[in-house]
C-alpha cells in the first residue's frame, strides 16, 4: 500500500467553499487506472487529477481526469487545480512569484499552460482547441421537454450548436434559473447524440461586466450540475465571437495588454458556488487563432490517501 498526496481545491473563485470543486493527486505515479478510477469514486467530485510525468517529448507533464463514472479527455477547471496545487508547492520550478510556462500532455493533444505566480494568488491560464461547432437547424421537443422549457424559451436569433457539448441559448435569465432537467432522461439523450451533456445559457448576466451566465448539466457522465465548466465556457467565448457579436449583441469585453479579447463567463450563482471565468481569444485576420481560459483557485483541505 502506498501513500499518495492528495489536494481539495475550489476553483474559478478566490473564495473557499464557491467555484467548481476538484481533487489533485500531486504524483499518481504507480496508480493503474482501475485506481484512479476507484479514487474518482471516492472522492465524488465533478473531476479528479492526476499528475504524471509527460510521455511525449514535447510536454513537460501530463494530467489525466476522472468523473466519479469515466475517463474524460478535457477537463477545464481541475487542470486550473492543478497547477494551482504545483504552484503552491513550488513544484516544476514555480518556487518564487513570476510567469511560468508549460506544455501539458492530455487526451486532446499537447496545450499550453501560463501560470502568473503573485504573493495575493495565482492567476492559471488553459490554452483550449478551438472548437468546430455544427449548427442545428431544429431542437428535437422531447430535448426541450427534458429541461423544461418551450421554443418561446430560446432565443431565436442564435442558434443551437453541438460541439462536445450541446449548447442552448436561452431568452432570459429568469427561465435558466428555474431548470429543473430530468437527469436519467437527459443523460440517454446524451449519449444517443454522442454528447458529453447539454449548456444552457443567457447573455443576460448577474455582474454588468460579465458577457454570459450558463448552467452545465452531465449527467451521462456522473455530473447531474457541474458549478463552473472550463470547458464549455471556452467554446462559449467562441461562440460569443462568432455569432452573438455579429448579430448586434452588446457583449461586455477587455481587450488585453496583448491585444486578445477577454470575456468573462458566469456560472455556480444559481446553485450557490459563484465561480467567473475569464475567456481568452487571440483573433487572427476574420478568426480565432487561439483560445484560452483563465482563473484563480483556493485549496480547502489537503491529506494522503493510501491506496
Known sequence: MKSYQLKHIDAFTDQHCGGNPAGVVM?????????????AREMNLSETAFILPATVRNADLQIRWFT????????????????????EEGAF????????RFRLQTKSGVLGIVVEKKYSGTLVEFQLPVPRFAEMRTIPIEFL???????????????????????????????????????SALASISRRLRILGVTVFT???????SAVH???????????????????????????????????????????????IEFIGEQGDIIGRKGRVKIRLKIAGDGVQHLAIAGEAVTVLEGTVRL
Open 93 to 100: 520550478g514555480m518556487k518564487s512569484t513570476g510567469t511560468y
Open 214 to 260: 450558463s448552467r452545465c448539466f452531465v449527467p451521462a457522465v456522473g455530473i447531474d450540475e457541474d458549478p463552473v465548466t472550463g470547458s464549455s465556457n471556452g467554446p462559449l467565448g467562441y461562440y460569443l465571437y462568432r455569432y452573438a457579436l455579429p448579430a448586434g449583441y452588446p457583449i461586455p469585453s477587455f481587450i488585453l495588454p496583448d491585444g486578445r
Open 145 to 183: 421537454h427534458v429541461l423544461g422549457v418551450t421554443r418561446r424559451d430560446v432565443e431565436s436569433r442564435l442558434p443551437a450548436v453541438r460541439h462536445s457539448f450541446l449548447f442552448l441559448p436561452l431568452r432570459n435569465f429568469s427561465v435558466l434559473k428555474k431548470l429543473r432537467p430530468e437527469m
Open 203 to 209: 447573455l443576460n448576466t448577474v455582474e454588468k461586466s
Open 68 to 87: 466519479p463514472m469515466q475517463e474524460v479527455s478535457l477537463c477545464g477547471h481541475a487542470t486550473i487545480a492543478s497547477f494551482h496545487a504545483l504552484a
Open 27 to 39: 504524483d499518481a505515479r504507480g496508480l493503474t487506472d482501475a485506481k484512479m478510477r476507484t479514487l
